[in-house]
C-alpha cells in the first residue's frame, strides 16, 4: 500500500475494502422503494392509502379512546362527559355480558370450568406441554366435570340452563359443537364414500339436506316444531336441542371437507391397506384418515370458526348470547342509542377467538406438511 | 361393520362356527346385512317420528293442511317489488318474500364479487400498504359474525344518518335519510321502449359479433377489437338514442312533506343494511378465493405467454384468467349459496324476506308452525338447487376440455 500524490489512498489491484452499499439500496429507504414507490400505479395506490387512512384512523382513535367515556352511571352523563363512544355501559354490565343470568354466587363454577377448559385446550394443542398425559386423561372425563360444574346436582346448587348466558353461553355451544362435530362429521364423510348404496344415500341425502337450509331455519324448527315429533309429553330443554341442532348442522359442513380430504388419499393407499389383510375399520383408522384429515385441516378449522360464529344466530330463538344481553340491555331507557358499542365490543371478542383459530391452523398445517418440503 | 379381531385364519374354525357369524364374516352378505338393518332403522326412525307429529297435531286440534295461505295476512310489508295490502292473502306475502330475498341475494351476489375481486387483487398487490389494508379489512371481516356486520351497519344507519328533515342530499338525485333513500321514480313513456329494444338489440348483436369475430379470428387470425365494439351497441348507442329522443322518462321527485318524504322511490334502511353487511361479509371470503386461484397460476404461464410476445392485458386475459378461473369457480359459487342462504338473517332487523313472511309473521298468526316451516325450507332448498345447478353449468363451460 502506498501514499497517492493527489492525497487519496490507492490500493492493489483486488485489495480495497468493500465500501458501504449506496444509500438507496439499503434499510427502510430501500424497503419504501420496493414495496411503495417501485411504480406510478404504486406511488398513486401508496397516496391513495395513506389518504384513506387519514381520513379513517384519526376519527377512529379520537371517538373510541380519546374522546370516549369509560365511567358513567349513564347514557346522558356519558353525553355530557365526552363526545366520544360511552365504554361505561359495557363496564358495568361485564358480569352480564360474561355470566347471563347465572347466580352471581356461583358464578366461580363457571370460571373454574373455563380454567378447566383452557388446561385441556392447552394440553391438547402444545405438545411440549407438562403432564399432557395425565390432561389427556383428564380431557376425557372433563366434559362430565364441566356440566356437573354448570349444571349443578351432587352437592352443588343446581341452576337451570335458561340463566346461561352471555360469552358463557357463546363457549359452551363453540366447544361442544366443535367436540361433537367433527366425529360426527367423520362417520358421515365416511358414510358418504361407502359403496352400500342405502348408507351412501342417506348420508347424501341428511348432508345435502342440511347444506341447503339456513341455520336459522333449523333453529327454528329445534325452538317451535321438535315437540312435535316427540312422543307426547316429552319436553327436553331448549339449549340441549340447540346443541343437537348446530352440532347437526355444523356436521354436515364438516363432512364435506372432510370427504375433500378422503378423495385426495390415492386409492393405493387403500388397496395396501387391503392386501396388509386389515380390514375397513383399522384400514380407515390407521392408514386413510390420519391422511385425509391432515389435508382437510385448514378446512375444518374453517368450519369450526364458521360453527363459533353461527353460535350468535341463538338469539332469533330467544337465548341471550352476549348479542342477546347486549339487545336486551339497549333496551334499557338510560342506556338507549349505544347498539355501535355494543356490536363493536362483541364483535371484537369474536375476532379475537376466531383469529386465534384460524392462526394455530397455520401453524398445524406447516408443522404437518411433512414429506415434500424444499 | 367388524366383527372382532381374532379369526380369520383357519377355515376349520370358520365351518365349526354357527351359520350366523358365517353370514357375518362373509363381504358380500354382511354388506346386504348391515344395509337391510340401517333400512329398518331408518324407517323406524320416521314412521316414529311421523306417528308423534301426527298424534300430537291431533291432540291440539291443529290437523295439517296448507289452506291458511289464500286466508287474508293481516299485515303490512313496507318494502315489496310486487302489489300487496294487509288484505292480500299470505300466498301473495310469501311471494312478496320470495321476491325481496331473491333481490338482495342477486344485489348481494353482484356486489360482493365485485369488492371480492378488487380486494383479492389488493391483497396480491406489490405495494405494502394497500396489501395490509387489504388483509385487515379480511381478516376483520371474516372472523365476526356476519349477524354482528348486519346489525351494525343497521344500527349505524338508524341512529347516525339524519332525519328526513335535514336529509343528506346525494347529488339532487337521492335523499339519505334514516328512514332510508329516497330517489326520483322513473315513470316511462312510450319513446322509452325504443331505448329498451335498441339496448336489447345491441345485447344480441354483441353476442352474434363476438361469435364471428371469433370464427374470423380462427381462419385468418384478424382480431377486431371486440370489447369497444359491443360497448358501444349495448351502452352509447341507446344512451345516444335516450338523450336524442328527448329523454323519454318522467321523474317523480320525492318531496318533504310533514316529518317524511312523499313520493318517489325508496330504499329502507333494511335492505340497504342486509345488502352492504353481506356484501362486505361475503367478499372478504371472496378475495380469499380470488387470491388462491391467481396464486395458483404458475408464473411459468405468464412468463412463456411474455415470451411468445403477447402483451401484458392479453396475457392477463387469454392465459392468467381462464385458469384462474377453474380453481375459483368451485368455492365461488358455495360462496353464493351462503349469500342466499344468510339473507334469511334479514330477520333480525325487519327487512321482509321469506323467513320474515311466512316463517315469521305468517307463522305466529296462524299458528301453522309445520306448515310453514316446511315451505320456507323448500324455497331455500329450491334456490340452493338453482344457484348450484347454474354455477355447475358455468364451471363445465370454463373447465379444462382434456383429450
Given at each position: 500500500?502506498?501514499?497517492?500524490?493527489?492525497?487519496?489512498?490507492?490500493?492493489?489491484?483486488?485489495?480495497?475494502?468493500?465500501?458501504?452499499?449506496?444509500?438507496?439500496?439499503?434499510?427502510?429507504?430501500?424497503w419504501?422503494?420496493?414495496n411503495?414507490?417501485?411504480s406510478?400505479?404504486?406511488i398513486?395506490?401508496?397516496?391513495?392509502?395513506?389518504?384513506?387512512?387519514?381520513?379513517?384512523?384519526?376519527?377512529a382513535?379520537?371517538?373510541?379512546?380519546?374522546?370516549?367515556?369509560f365511567?358513567?352511571?349513564?347514557r346522558?352523563?356519558?353525553?355530557?362527559?365526552?363526545?366520544?363512544?360511552?365504554?361505561?355501559?359495557?363496564a358495568?354490565?361485564?358480569g352480564?355480558?360474561?355470566?347471563?343470568?347465572?347466580?352471581?354466587?356461583?358464578?366461580w363454577r363457571?370460571?373454574?370450568?373455563?380454567?378447566?377448559?383452557l388446561?385441556?385446550?392447552v394440553?391438547?394443542?402444545?405438545?411440549n406441554?407438562?403432564?399432557?398425559?395425565?390432561?389427556?386423561?383428564?380431557?376425557?372425563?372433563?366434559?362430565f366435570?364441566?356440566?356437573?360444574?354448570?349444571?349443578g346436582?351432587?352437592?352443588?346448587?343446581?341452576v337451570?340452563?335458561d340463566?346461561?348466558?352471555?360469552f358463557?353461553?357463546t363457549?359452551?355451544?363453540?366447544?361442544?359443537?366443535?367436540?361433537?362435530?367433527l366425529?360426527?362429521?367423520?362417520?358421515?364423510?365416511?358414510?358418504?364414500?361407502?359403496?352400500?348404496?342405502?348408507?351412501?344415500?342417506?348420508?347424501?341425502?341428511?348432508?345435502?339436506?342440511?347444506?341447503?337450509?339456513?341455520?336459522?331455519?333449523?333453529?327454528?324448527?329445534?325452538?317451535?316444531?321438535?315437540?312435535?315429533?316427540?312422543?307426547p309429553?316429552?319436553?327436553?330443554?331448549?339449549?340441549?336441542?340447540?346443541?343437537?341442532m348446530?352440532?347437526?348442522?355444523?356436521?354436515?359442513?364438516?363432512a364435506e371437507?372432510i370427504?375433500?380430504?378422503?378423495?385426495?388419499?390415492?386409492?393405493?393407499?387403500?388397496?395396501?391397506?387391503?392386501a396388509?389383510g386389515?380390514?375397513y375399520?383399522p384400514?380407515?383408522?390407521?392408514?386413510?384418515?390420519?391422511q385425509?384429515?391432515?389435508?382437510s385441516?385448514?378446512?375444518?378449522?374453517?368450519?369450526?370458526?364458521g360453527?363459533y360464529?353461527d353460535?350468535v344466530?341463538?338469539?332469533?330463538?330467544?337465548l341471550?348470547?352476549?348479542?342477546?344481553i347486549?339487545?336486551?340491555?339497549?333496551?334499557?331507557?338510560?342506556?338507549q342509542?349505544?347498539s355501535?358499542?355494543?356490536?363493536?365490543?362483541?364483535?371484537?371478542?369474536f375476532?379475537?377467538?376466531?383469529?386465534?383459530?384460524?392462526?394455530?391452523?397455520?401453524?398445524?398445517?406447516?408443522?404437518?406438511?411433512?414429506?415434500?418440503?424444499? | 361393520?367388524s366383527?372382532?379381531?381374532s379369526?380369520?385364519?383357519?377355515?376349520?374354525i370358520?365351518?365349526q362356527r354357527n351359520i350366523?357369524?358365517?353370514l357375518?364374516n362373509?363381504?358380500?352378505?354382511?354388506s346386504?346385512i348391515?344395509?337391510?338393518?340401517?333400512?329398518?332403522?331408518?324407517?323406524a326412525?320416521?314412521?316414529?317420528?311421523?306417528?308423534?307429529?301426527?298424534?300430537?297435531?291431533?291432540a291440539?286440534?291443529?290437523?295439517?293442511?296448507?289452506?291458511?295461505?289464500w286466508?287474508?295476512?293481516?299485515?303490512?310489508?313496507?318494502q315489496?317489488?310486487?302489489?300487496?295490502?294487509?288484505?292480500?292473502?299470505?300466498m301473495?306475502?310469501?311471494?312478496?318474500?320470495?321476491?325481496?330475498?331473491l333481490?338482495?341475494?342477486?344485489?348481494?351476489?353482484?356486489?360482493?364479487?365485485?369488492?371480492?375481486?378488487?380486494?383479492?387483487?389488493l391483497?396480491?398487490?406489490?405495494?405494502?400498504?394497500?396489501?395490509?389494508?387489504?388483509?385487515?379489512?379480511i381478516?376483520?371481516?371474516r372472523?365476526?359474525p356476519?349477524?354482528?356486520?348486519?346489525l351494525?351497519?343497521?344500527?349505524?344507519?338508524?341512529?347516525?344518518?339524519?332525519?328526513?328533515?335535514s336529509?343528506?342530499?346525494?347529488?339532487?338525485?337521492?335523499f339519505?335519510?334514516?328512514?332510508?333513500?329516497?330517489?326520483?321514480?322513473?315513470?316511462?313513456?312510450?319513446?322509452?321502449?325504443?331505448v329498451?329494444?335498441?339496448?336489447v338489440?345491441?345485447i344480441?348483436?354483441?353476442i352474434?359479433?363476438?361469435?364471428?369475430?371469433?370464427?374470423?379470428?380462427?381462419?385468418?387470425g384478424k382480431?377486431y377489437?371486440?370489447?369497444?365494439?359491443s360497448?358501444?351497441?349495448?351502452?352509447?348507442?341507446?344512451?345516444?338514442?335516450?338523450?336524442l329522443?328527448?329523454?323519454?322518462?318522467n321523474?317523480?321527485a320525492?318531496?318533504?312533506?310533514?316529518?317524511?318524504?312523499?313520493?318517489?322511490?325508496?330504499?329502507?334502511?333494511?335492505?340497504i343494511?342486509?345488502w352492504?353487511?353481506?356484501?362486505?361479509y361475503t367478499?372478504a371470503?371472496i378475495?380469499e378465493?380470488?387470491?388462491?386461484?391467481?396464486?395458483?397460476?404458475?408464473?411459468?404461464?405468464?412468463?412463456?405467454?411474455?415470451?411468445?410476445?403477447?402483451?401484458?392485458?392479453?396475457?392477463?386475459?387469454?392465459?392468467?384468467?381462464?385458469?384462474?378461473?377453474?380453481?375459483?369457480?368451485?368455492?365461488?359459487?358455495?360462496?353464493?349459496?351462503?349469500i342466499?342462504?344468510?339473507?334469511?338473517?334479514?330477520?333480525?332487523?325487519?327487512?321482509?324476506?321469506?323467513?320474515?313472511?311466512?316463517?315469521?309473521?305468517?307463522?305466529?298468526?296462524?299458528?301453522r308452525?309445520?306448515?310453514?316451516?316446511?315451505?320456507?325450507?323448500?324455497?331455500?332448498l329450491?334456490?340452493?338447487?338453482?344457484?348450484s345447478?347454474?354455477m355447475?353449468?358455468?364451471?363445465?363451460?370454463?373447465?379444462?376440455?382434456?383429450r
Open positions: 500500500m502506498r501514499q497517492s500524490n493527489q492525497g487519496k489512498q490507492q490500493y492493489e489491484p483486488g485489495t480495497h475494502p468493500d465500501l458501504p452499499p449506496p444509500l438507496g439500496t439499503t434499510g427502510p429507504i430501500k419504501m422503494r420496493e411503495l414507490f417501485s406510478p400505479t404504486n398513486a395506490l401508496t397516496i391513495l392509502a395513506a389518504f384513506f387512512l387519514y381520513k379513517i384512523i384519526p376519527g382513535v379520537s371517538w373510541s379512546i380519546t374522546d370516549a367515556t365511567i358513567a352511571e349513564d346522558n352523563e356519558c353525553r355530557a362527559l365526552n363526545s366520544g363512544a360511552c365504554w361505561a355501559f359495557i358495568q354490565r361485564w352480564l355480558f360474561t355470566f347471563g343470568f347465572y347466580p352471581e354466587d356461583q358464578r363457571v370460571v373454574l370450568a373455563f380454567v378447566l377448559l388446561m385441556v385446550i394440553a391438547l394443542l402444545w405438545e406441554c407438562p403432564g399432557r398425559k395425565v390432561l389427556f386423561k383428564f380431557a376425557l372425563i372433563f366434559p366435570v364441566a356440566t356437573w360444574l354448570l349444571l346436582g351432587f352437592g352443588l346448587e343446581p337451570a340452563t340463566k346461561f348466558g352471555g358463557m353461553l363457549i359452551i355451544i363453540g366447544v361442544t359443537g366443535i367436540a361433537l362435530s366425529p360426527l362429521g367423520i362417520l358421515l364423510a365416511l358414510g358418504r364414500q361407502s359403496n352400500l348404496p342405502i348408507i351412501k344415500y342417506a348420508c347424501v341425502g341428511f348432508i345435502e339436506f342440511i347444506r341447503g337450509v339456513p341455520l336459522i331455519t333449523l333453529l327454528f324448527v329445534a325452538s317451535t316444531m321438535l315437540s312435535y315429533f316427540l312422543p309429553g316429552t319436553n327436553f330443554n331448549l339449549l340441549l336441542r340447540v346443541l343437537i348446530v352440532t347437526l348442522f355444523a356436521s354436515a359442513y364438516m371437507v370427504r375433500g380430504g378422503l378423495q385426495a388419499v390415492p386409492n393405493g393407499q387403500i388397496e395396501a391397506a387391503d396388509m386389515l380390514k375399520w384400514a380407515m383408522r390407521l392408514i386413510v384418515l390420519p385425509a384429515l391432515k389435508i385441516i385448514p378446512g375444518i378449522v374453517n368450519t369450526f370458526v360453527l360464529k353460535s344466530l341463538v338469539i332469533v330463538i330467544g341471550l348470547d352476549p348479542l342477546g347486549g339487545q336486551a340491555s339497549l333496551a334499557d331507557t338510560k342506556w342509542g349505544l355501535t358499542e355494543v356490536y363493536l365490543f362483541v364483535a371484537i371478542f375476532f379475537v377467538s376466531c383469529y386465534a383459530m384460524a392462526r394455530y391452523s397455520l401453524y398445524l398445517e406447516r408443522k404437518l406438511h411433512t414429506g415434500h418440503s424444499r | 361393520m366383527s372382532g379381531t379369526v380369520e385364519g383357519s377355515t376349520s370358520t365351518s350366523f357369524s358365517r357375518w362373509d363381504k358380500e352378505t354382511r346386504v348391515v344395509q337391510i338393518i340401517a333400512l329398518v332403522a331408518l324407517f326412525f320416521f314412521a316414529f317420528m311421523i306417528r308423534n307429529a301426527v298424534y300430537n297435531l291431533e291440539i286440534g291443529k290437523g295439517f293442511s296448507f289452506d291458511f295461505l286466508q287474508p295476512a293481516n299485515y303490512d310489508i313496507n315489496r317489488l310486487i302489489s300487496y295490502d294487509s288484505r292480500s292473502s299470505h301473495r306475502a310469501m311471494q312478496v318474500g320470495i321476491l325481496n330475498t333481490l338482495v341475494a342477486f344485489a348481494g351476489i353482484v356486489l360482493a364479487t365485485v369488492l371480492g375481486f378488487i380486494l383479492g387483487v391483497r396480491l398487490s406489490k405495494n405494502w400498504l394497500t396489501n395490509k389494508i387489504a388483509y385487515v379489512y381478516e376483520y371481516v372472523n365476526v356476519v349477524l354482528l356486520h348486519i351494525l351497519v343497521h344500527g349505524i344507519m338508524v341512529h347516525s344518518l339524519p332525519k328526513p328533515k336529509a343528506i342530499n346525494v347529488g339532487d338525485a337521492g339519505l335519510t334514516n328512514r332510508g333513500l329516497f330517489m326520483p321514480k322513473p315513470i316511462p313513456e312510450p319513446l322509452l321502449w325504443a329498451i329494444a335498441l339496448f338489440a345491441g344480441i348483436f354483441a352474434i359479433f363476438r361469435s364471428w369475430a371469433k370464427k374470423v379470428q380462427n381462419e385468418t382480431i377489437p371486440v370489447f369497444w365494439i360497448v358501444f351497441a349495448i351502452i352509447i348507442l341507446p344512451v345516444l338514442a335516450y338523450f329522443l328527448g329523454s323519454p322518462v321523474w317523480e320525492p318531496e318533504l312533506k310533514g316529518f317524511n318524504f312523499r313520493g318517489g322511490m325508496v330504499i329502507r334502511p333494511e335492505f343494511a342486509l352492504l353487511a353481506l356484501s362486505f367478499a371470503f378475495a378465493i380470488v387470491r388462491a386461484g391467481i396464486l395458483a397460476v404458475s408464473h411459468g404461464q405468464t412468463e412463456a405467454s411474455m415470451a411468445l410476445g403477447i402483451p401484458r392485458g392479453r396475457t392477463l386475459k387469454l392465459v392468467v384468467i381462464p385458469q384462474a378461473l377453474r380453481v375459483i369457480v368451485p368455492p365461488l359459487s358455495s360462496q353464493y349459496l351462503n342466499t342462504k344468510n339473507s334469511s338473517l334479514a330477520i333480525a332487523i325487519g327487512y321482509m324476506d321469506i323467513t320474515a313472511t311466512i316463517g315469521g309473521i305468517s307463522l305466529n298468526q296462524t299458528g308452525e309445520m306448515e310453514c316451516m316446511i315451505i320456507v325450507m323448500a324455497l331455500y329450491l334456490f340452493s338447487l338453482l344457484i345447478m347454474f355447475n353449468w358455468y364451471n363445465k363451460r370454463i373447465k379444462l376440455v382434456e
